[in-house]
Each structure stands twice: as structure tokens, then as C-alpha cells.
């Protein structure tokens, strides 16, 4: 169980396009799910907290109108980067917060989503 | 404010070695800890966890102990194998908080 994914997986898009990432949580309803960034070699980097039915939360430094989150269901939150540049190229991990016990903080990963900016 | 702090990589070892990686922690309250995985071009993956001082998490060999005295989580495992070859990442989520800290994440490589 907790299986989250995303898609797609992998996608190449032109500098000033917009590209949209999907996050799912297969087996359970996630009111919250989580998006990060990647650098290579580097750790996870918070971008925002998505709320099902909610506005997101953007950490401190993140673009809001740039990336764009929706969190529309229980089980399906979305990620745009409108107006691409090479410099969002990138690894985007979400996350979904799992209903385990009350007062244990749990997150299940989807696979990540490679953005290449061209 | 929470941090988390793990030793830096690579670690580089060879088959069936012990392997440790250290990793401290600053909360306020009872976070609960965590390791996580990623293999390569993956995303992270839930290794083991534990909620409360004293408890041990575990899951496929690996080893992690609560410990509060010394606000340590280290990541053991007796005998490595070349499939482990991965980076580790050590996080917590506070007690009221829905975030999770990760730490710098490291690079285990093992040599068969």
C-alpha cells in the first residue's frame, strides 16, 4: 500500500512553453501533498504544501504564479511550470502525506518527474 | 528551528562491510525520524522509522535507534551489498509540524 506516482516521468520541453506534473496517491486519500525540487547531487528543496480544495502554501523564495499547484482531489494534485526556462530544468518529487496515526508525520514519495528545459 | 545534519559523502565500501551513517538532530518536542532511499534516477523511498526515544527502526538489514540523550538517529547495517549502493537521506517531521527536514543526503557505494 501508500503507493504514490507520478507522470510523466520524463519530459523535454521548449524554453517559454508550460509543462504540466502529476501526483497521485494510488491507494489512499491524501489531503495534503508536498512538492520538491531536486538539484543534482543535492537534497530536497520544499517548493510548496498542497491542500486538497485549498489555495498551496509556497515555501519562502518560490514563484507561485511560475509554478502553479492544484490540488483538485483527494488523490491527484498538479504541478505547472508556465514560461519554462532552462533553469527550471530539474528533478520534481512530490509527495502525499499518508493518514497514519495521529501525531506520526508520514510522506510517500512518487518516483519523480525529470524536467529538461531546452 | 529543526534541522537535521548527516555525514557527508561518498562512502565507499566493499561487499558484506559494516556500514554506519551518522546522523543528529535539533528539535523542539518528540519529532519522529526517519531514513529514506533513492536509488539512482529515482524518487525517495521510506526505509525504516521511529516515533519516540528508544525505538528502533528497521527494514531489510538496516538499523536505525531513536536515541534522545544524544538526539541521534545513525543508520547501521551489518553486512552491505552492492544493491544497496544508493544515497540516504536522514529527515524528521516535528511534532506539530506536517514538514519533513531532510539532511544533505549520502552517497553509499559499495564495490562487489
Known amino acids: 500500500g501508500a503507493v504514490v506516482s507520478q507522470h510523466p516521468s520524463r519530459v523535454i520541453c521548449k524554453s517559454g512553453t508550460s509543462v504540466k506534473i502529476e501526483c497521485r496517491s494510488l491507494?489512499?486519500?491524501?489531503?495534503?501533498m508536498f512538492w520538491y525540487r531536486q538539484f543534482p547531487k543535492q537534497s530536497l528543496m520544499l517548493m510548496a504544501t498542497?491542500?486538497?480544495?485549498?489555495?498551496?502554501?509556497?515555501e519562502q523564495g518560490v514563484e507561485k504564479d511560475k509554478f502553479l499547484i492544484n490540488h483538485a482531489s483527494l488523490t491527484l494534485s498538479t504541478l505547472t511550470v508556465t514560461s519554462a526556462h532552462p533553469e527550471d530544468s530539474s528533478f520534481y518529487i512530490c509527495?502525499?502525506?499518508?493518514?497514519?496515526?495521529?501525531?506520526?508525520?508520514?510522506?510517500?514519495f512518487g518516483p519523480g518527474t525529470r524536467l529538461t528545459v531546452t | 528551528g529543526n534541522s537535521v545534519t548527516q555525514m557527508e559523502g561518498p562512502v565507499t565500501l566493499s561487499e558484506e562491510a559494516f556500514l554506519t551513517i551518522n546522523c543528529t538532530y535539533t528539535a523542539t518536542g518528540y519529532p519522529s525520524l526517519f531514513w529514506y532511499v533513492q536509488y539512482p534516477g529515482e524518487g525517495l523511498q521510506l526505509l525504516l522509522k521511529a516515533t519516540k526515544a528508544d525505538d528502533k527502526g528497521s527494514n531489510k538489514g538496516f538499523e536505525a535507534t531513536y536515541r534522545k540523550e544524544t538526539t541521534s538517529f545513525h543508520l547501521e547495517k551489518g553486512s552491505v551489498q552492492v544493491s544497496d549502493s544508493a544515497v540516504y537521506f536522514c529527515?524528521?517531521?516535528?511534532?506539530?509540524?506536517?514538514?519533513?527536514?531532510f539532511g544533505s543526503g549520502t552517497r553509499l557505494s559499495i564495490r562487489p
Open positions: 491507494d489512499f486519500q491524501a489531503t495534503t
Open positions: 529527515a524528521l517531521t516535528g511534532s506539530s509540524a506536517s514538514k519533513i527536514i
Open positions: 498542497s491542500n486538497e480544495g485549498s489555495k498551496a502554501t509556497y
Open positions: 509527495s502525499a502525506r499518508y493518514p497514519g496515526l495521529a501525531g506520526v508525520q508520514e510522506q510517500y
